[in-house]
């Protein structure tokens, strides 16, 4: 290695504006929907990354996921997308891959183009009243044409729009939860980005203070909830287990060059991000997915443990901005109205 893994993070730089669209060829678009919150967003790589995936939650709900391990033939993806609506949200899929091959994005074969499109929904049906209401293809179409290289819109947006956390609980001690993204950008050029919509069972927790920033509230809805204490049965009544209705999916983009064995690797190194912001993380109650591109944009050696100790960093930053940016809704508190209290 030509640098340690303590000087690369050393190098390291964030900032507000820095968020997954820094990575060279990496495009990010959402459409939500007005009739209930609940929408669709999608990273489009249009040049095709290197992908992988790690999916460590109990309950995940996800398509194309097979094709991205190491051992498999196929080591191009064209977009990832995040839905909600449940399973009808793997809907989403068509609708992107029917812009990209439109736009001739994809494998050509006989005069088609084919691109490879993995993803994985949210569960958000309950949210606002409407479960007939959820993402489609039609949606996946519209948010894979709205994608730019410009800033993310963050919070209640897209996947992000019904997004709840802090369901330990119940529905009726949770919070309002997002979509949210971030980067660092080293001095060498090399970029690791990631977005995150936040929709977990777990309380999500500022590792940088310990505080909750968005989680489970007291009865009162004034305070947050000693999750620690309930897990550990220190206070009864023991709470129930949530249903499976949780889930926050990663998409980790970076312009370094990777095999599908490493992307993999730093898809595993990625998830320590979650478990140091929701806890409790990695449930059955929860589908904890995390994606990886690598664009292969930037001409540096890889190394592939700092880029994944750098992956942890930008994802917990992203579920962190999403719970931040998030604006509450009918039964659901966003962080900064608990916060102003």
Not at 19 to 37: C, F, M, N, S, Y
Not at 95 to 115: M, N, T, W
Not at 173 to 179: F, I, L
């Amino acid at each position: 290695m030509r640098a340690t893994l303590f000087l690369l993070l050393l190098a390291g730089q964030t900032a507000p504006g820095l968020q997954i669209t820094a990575v060279d060829g990496i495009k990010v678009g959402h459409h939500t929907l007005k009739e209930r919150p609940t929408g669709c967003t999608v990273v489009v790589a249009e040049a095709g990354a290197v992908g992988s995936v790690e999916v460590l939650g109990g309950a995940p709900g996800t398509t194309e996921t097979d094709l991205l391990a190491p051992e498999n033939l196929v080591d191009q993806v064209h977009a990832v997308f995040m839905s909600g609506g449940s399973a009808f949200g793997l809907d989403v899929a068509g609708g992107v891959r029917k812009h990209l091959s439109e736009k001739k994005i994809g494998f050509a074969f006989g005069g088609a183009y084919v691109p490879i499109v993995p993803g994985a929904i949210i569960f958000d049906l309950p949210v606002g009243g409407r479960p007939d209401i959820r993402p489609g293809a039609d949606c996946g179409y519209k948010a894979a044409a709205a994608a730019t290289t410009g800033a993310v819109a963050e919070g209640n947006v897209g996947a992000g729009a019904g997004a709840t956390v802090g369901k330990t609980l119940g529905r009726d001690r949770a919070m309002k939860g997002g979509v949210g993204s971030a980067a660092i950008r080293l001095t060498t050029g090399l970029v690791v980005g990631a977005i995150a919509t936040v929709n977990a069972a777990g309380s999500i927790i500022d590792p940088a203070t310990g505080q909750v920033v968005a989680g489970a509230r007291a009865s009162d809805g004034r305070r947050f909830e000693d999750i620690r204490s309930i897990i550990r049965g220190a206070r009864l009544p023991q709470a129930p287990a949530p249903a499976p209705e949780n889930t926050t999916v990663v998409i980790v983009a970076t312009n370094a060059k990777l095999t599908k064995a490493q992307a993999n690797f730093v898809a595993k190194m990625a998830q320590a991000g979650l478990a140091r912001t929701i806890l409790p993380v990695f449930t059955l109650s929860d589908g904890d997915t995390v994606f990886v591109l690598a664009t292969g944009k930037w001409d540096g050696e890889a190394d592939v443990s700092a880029i994944g100790a750098l992956a942890a960093e930008a994802v917990s930053d992203a579920i962190l901005r999403g719970v931040r940016a998030a604006t509450s809704i009918p039964n659901f508190p966003a962080a900064r109205d608990i916060q102003r209290r």
